[in-house]
């Protein structure tokens, strides 16, 4: 819904009534992930895209039929031999949608869920897909310190409640299930969990002209970067027009204070590029400590061996040195910094969707990875 929250919100406030088609599960080689959404204006206009034009059209009628008659529908499409190119998703993989009426009475909250997004304060929106009628379209919202709205039953809430927050807070999207009444072991309710935490961080280390091609590169990827080195002379604004923020001050101090003020999480890329022990590994110290997603060090093989030395000397477990990736990057043959920056983007891909880093080309079986791999109810889970 991120992508199409300006539309939407601006229907909205005027209560026109919008068709809006989300992408609640996946199967195989789907072309998008969960949470993807596309809406139908009142005056017939389409935004976004559900599958990348595979199924568009057949989803455009669906959205118009739910706009008209206010009941939400679960709908599956996949491939099959009769309607591939017809209405089937010709990539081969399998997605399902919850088709649903928003306008001020059905989605009162959609304001402050938007207020929260613009503000990047972490909030949830959950929906019932499947289930009793009366509670198919329900829905709850979900922020670190409250709720509003309701799934039908205070226990179902109070159940949804826990276990979305600990989505949230690794931003993960996907469905949940549960019993009437709330109880976990339950079938007789489908959730989706739409987490809209702010960006994951991409924190660079070393001000140099590699570090100003990654930052470019993390930006395009949509992380909220920021540059940190100790020397005031080469890290300013107009070296690193692509960061989100340029610190002055040294590594490892400001690396700790962000992580003592909650700013580091699981999502988190830490790349290291000083190439320099006085820097690099004093604040290596602090991130491979962390639960982050990703850490990297540049440097030559020689570098490497000896900063893993005096990692060690420096007392650092070799359960916490396994997670370094030191020479940073994927072996692409890069050589300018543009060029690095891209064989370091691709090791963070690689490293958050278990990719291997091969051509594809010279592999067979299904395209995308999954970032979380757990069945619920048949459905996976997909953050």
């Excluded at 613009?118 to 929106?125: G, Q, R």
Aim: charged share 25%; net charge negative.
């Amino acid at each position: 819904m991120r992508d199409v929250l300006d539309e939407l919100l601006s229907w909205w406030k005027t209560d026109q009534p919008v068709g809006m088609a989300t992408v609640v599960a996946t199967w195989r080689s789907s072309p998008r992930p969960s949470g993807a959404t596309m809406l139908v204006g009142p005056d017939g206009t389409a935004v976004g895209s559900v599958s990348g034009g595979c199924v568009e059209g057949a989803v455009y009628e669906l959205c118009q039929d739910v706009k008209d008659t206010g009941e939400p529908v679960l709908q599956r499409y996949g491939i099959s031999d009769d309607d591939a190119f017809t209405i089937g998703l010709t990539c081969g993989g399998i997605i399902d949608l919850f088709v649903e009426k928003v306008d001020r009475t059905t989605f009162p909250e959609l304001g402050d869920v938007a207020a929260s997004i613009s503000a990047a304060e972490p909030v949830a929106v959950v929906t019932c897909v499947d289930g009793p009628a009366d509670r198919r379209g329900r829905r709850l919202i979900v922020w670190p310190d409250r709720r509003a709205g309701s799934l039908g039953h205070d226990r179902l809430d109070d159940a949804a409640t826990d276990d979305v927050r600990g989505l949230l807070a690794g931003g993960r999207t996907g469905p949940l299930r549960y019993g009437h009444d709330g109880e976990r072991r339950g079938d007789d309710l489908l959730l989706f969990v739409s987490a809209y935490a702010p960006r994951p961080r991409l924190i660079v280390f070393g001000a140099i002209d590699f570090a100003a091609a990654v930052a470019k590169a993390g930006a395009f990827l949509g992380y909220h970067v920021t540059v940190c080195d100790a020397r005031p002379v080469f890290a300013t604004r107009k070296r690193f027009p692509d960061a989100d923020e340029v610190i002055v001050d040294w590594p490892h101090r400001y690396l700790a204070r962000e992580v003592a003020g909650q700013r580091v999480d699981e999502r988190t890329a830490i790349c290291v590029l000083t190439h320099d022990p006085k820097f690099d590994v004093p604040v290596l110290e602090v991130a491979l400590a962390q639960p982050v997603a990703f850490v990297g060090a540049m440097g030559s093989r020689r570098t490497h061996d000896d900063r893993m030395a005096r990692l060690r000397a420096a007392g650092v477990p070799e359960e916490q040195l396994v997670r370094l990736a030191s020479p940073i990057g994927l072996d692409l043959g890069a050589r300018t910094p543009e060029e690095t920056a891209i064989s370091i983007a691709a090791e963070i891909i690689s490293t958050r969707w278990g990719g291997k880093g091969a051509r594809l080309s010279d592999l067979d079986g299904r395209i995308h990875h999954d970032l979380v791999s757990d069945d619920v109810g048949g459905l996976t889970v997909n953050s």
